[in-house]
T-cell receptor
């Protein structure tokens, strides 16, 4: 059974202080790695899909990277509006997504 | 609106009552998913539809939970004899539904169910 673990559970950063969130996983077979952002009271918002080890994708201040066992979400010079819970998940084809418990990120002005 | 919509946004019911939660997927998406999210947890899979049929219902916790998608578009999640432990946010997602492909799932805003 697929397992996804995210760390840290919560992270507080000063505005402009760069950091990384971790997502480690154990899966059987081919799987994609998905990152989502979730604001309080809202549904998850899709950010990135990664598939091959070494793959990287960027969007504004976010960059997601992938190895064979883990993915990192790097946040460069974050702003208060980047505060949210970041979820990672694994899945493939039309199978269900298996989610981690998320990292709650707070950016302090 | 081009996104996934869910109604109602909030539902408060009493223990033992029956509830229905509705999901309207993105137009053209053949795959539809229901997840349940408890506070501080990631979404947990309940059921997946490809077209009108339930292709995987392995996440439904027991036979009080049932879902339909009669015309391959809108779906309804039905919960009978609700229990306090059913309280959670119920999320719906849809995707293009291509097999053997990385299909991004797009989520609706969720329905917050509270069972008193």
């Amino acid at each position: 059974e697929d397992q996804v673990t995210q760390s840290p559970e919560a992270l507080r950063l000063q505005e402009g202080e760069s950091s990384s969130l971790n997502c480690s996983y154990t899966v059987s077979g081919l799987r994609g790695l998905f990152w989502y952002r979730q604001d309080p009271g809202k549904g998850p918002e899709f950010l990135f899909t990664l598939y091959s080890a070494g793959e990287e994708k960027e969007k504004e201040r976010l960059k997601a990277t992938l190895t064979k066992k883990e993915s990192f979400l790097h946040i460069t010079a974050p702003k208060p509006e980047d505060s949210a819970t970041y979820l990672c998940a694994v899945g493939f084809g039309n199978e269900k997504l298996t989610f981690g418990t998320g990292t709650r990120l707070t950016i302090i002005p | 609106g081009a996104g996934v919509s869910q109604t109602p946004s909030n539902k408060v019911t009493e223990k033992g009552k029956y509830v229905e939660l509705r999901c309207d997927p993105i137009s053209g998406h053949t795959a539809l998913y229901w997840y349940r999210q408890s506070l501080g947890q990631g979404p947990e899979f309940l059921i997946y539809f490809q077209g009108t049929g339930a292709a995987d219902d392995s996440g439904l916790p027991n036979d009080r939970f049932f879902a339909v998608r009669p015309e391959g578009s809108v779906s309804t999640l039905k919960i009978q004899r609700t229990e306090r432990g059913d309280s959670a946010v119920y999320l719906c997602a849809s995707s293009l539904g291509f097999f053997e492909s990385l299909n991004e799932q797009f989520f609706g805003p969720g329905t917050r169910l509270t069972v008193l």
